[in-house]
């Protein structure tokens, strides 16, 4: 499995590349302890290149590490401290405050990861006694001897998947935790389904904000490296008793095994770049709408317009209502900056993401039924 599907991405990493490989299943299935040897193959191929055919670049390798709990961030070389994601001014998601690691040798590389694995989350379930209950973000990353990002390396291992008759027979906690699981795993799936869909159409919703998961991935699935890689490793159990697991998963790899091609992601990346202002037009006349003639007052000043007068005489700039309006929007008429037009579309852009997110909890529901 290594050497048909991993071990020919890792030149990417060198190349300007992003590589992810996530494993997905049922919990007890063995995800984490295939992506640990993993790991070690592929940790010992990086130092390889790294020393041999890209010794020019003079790469330097670090290494970051965290997982996702229950909705919170949580960097695992770092005393577990809490993080938050954002989206930079690039578009780009970064994890801010994420602790990274500087190696100078494989054996170090190896080290980091083991004590990581040793402070994730894990809690006894029904199914394991040390059952994963958080999604871990294994990141290896390649600098060159300028500080220049070359390359990234993803290795995701999910928490275990679970229907809610599994979880009756836990406590609160972990059922809090199954739900949680469920949703983020859910929001990949339909990231998943939404890419696969979108082939060949702009008018495409990603919804990428819908989970912290799916926000740390997105660059993974929509970055802008010119070489991005995604594998999945399906887990399943033979046992019968877990027929309806495995089919749940081999129907999730199927999904992505219809993935575009590297070629088809530039074209996809600059569709889905093309959708957003493509939202909000400009007004179709330049023209300023004609505001009406402002009435001059014949009465005496009384009220609010004696204090004008007031002002006026103390010498302060006097603002009259029709200042005031076209200050604050409210003149009457069209806004300069939109039209009708550009409402009505807003509404309708309002009312499309909503039905999605309603879409999506309606999917969630369904899945915690199960």
Not at 237 to 265: C, M, V, W
Not at 303 to 331: C, I, L, M, T, Y
Request: charged share 30%.
């Amino acid at each position: 499995m290594y050497n048909s599907m991993l071990q020919p991405m890792l030149d990417k990493l060198f190349n300007d590349g992003v590589v992810t490989i996530f494993a997905y299943g049922q919990t007890g299935s063995g995800k984490t302890y295939t992506m640990m040897a993993l790991q070690n193959f592929a940790i010992s191929d990086i130092f390889k290149l790294a020393e041999n055919e890209y010794s020019d670049l003079e790469p330097q390798i670090s290494l970051s590490f965290y997982e996702i709990y229950s909705g919170r961030i949580l960097d695992l070389l770092n005393n577990k401290k809490r993080l938050t994601v954002l989206e930079d001014g690039n578009s780009k998601i970064q994890v801010k405050g994420l602790h990274e690691v500087n190696v100078e040798t494989e054996s170090e590389l190896k080290d980091a990861i083991e004590y990581a694995h040793s402070v994730r989350t894990t809690h006894a379930t029904q199914a394991n006694d040390t059952s994963s209950r958080s999604h871990a973000i294994c990141s290896i990353n390649v600098r060159d001897g300028n500080g220049s990002v070359l390359g990234k390396f993803l290795m995701v291992d999910l928490a275990g998947s679970e229907r809610a008759q599994d979880i009756k027979s836990n406590n609160r906690e972990r059922r809090a935790e199954g739900a949680e699981i469920n949703k983020s795993l859910l929001s990949l799936k339909e990231c998943i389904r939404a890419i696969d869909n979108s082939k060949g159409s702009k008018e495409v919703h990603l919804p990428f904000r819908a989970s912290k998961l799916t926000m740390v991935l997105r660059d993974s699935f929509m970055g802008t490296k010119k070489n991005i890689c995604i594998g999945m490793i399906a887990c399943v159990s033979p046992g019968y008793s877990h027929a309806d697991h495995s089919l749940n998963t081999i129907r999730y790899a199927e999904r992505l095994k219809e993935f575009p091609s590297e070629s088809q992601y530039a074209k996809l990346v600059k569709d889905a770049g093309e959708v957003l202002p493509n939202k909000i037009s400009k007004p179709k006349s330049s023209a300023k709408p004609k505001k009406p003639p402002v009435k001059k007052m014949e009465k005496p000043p009384t009220g609010s317009a004696a204090k004008q007068a007031k002002r006026a005489a103390w010498g302060k700039p006097v603002k009259s209502s029709a200042e005031e309006s076209k200050r604050n929007g409210r003149d009457g008429s069209s806004f300069e900056n939109g039209t009708d037009e550009d409402n009505e579309e807003d509404q309708e852009n309002l009312m499309r993401t909503k039905k999605g997110e309603i879409e999506d909890w309606k999917l969630l529901k369904q899945t915690l039924r199960c």
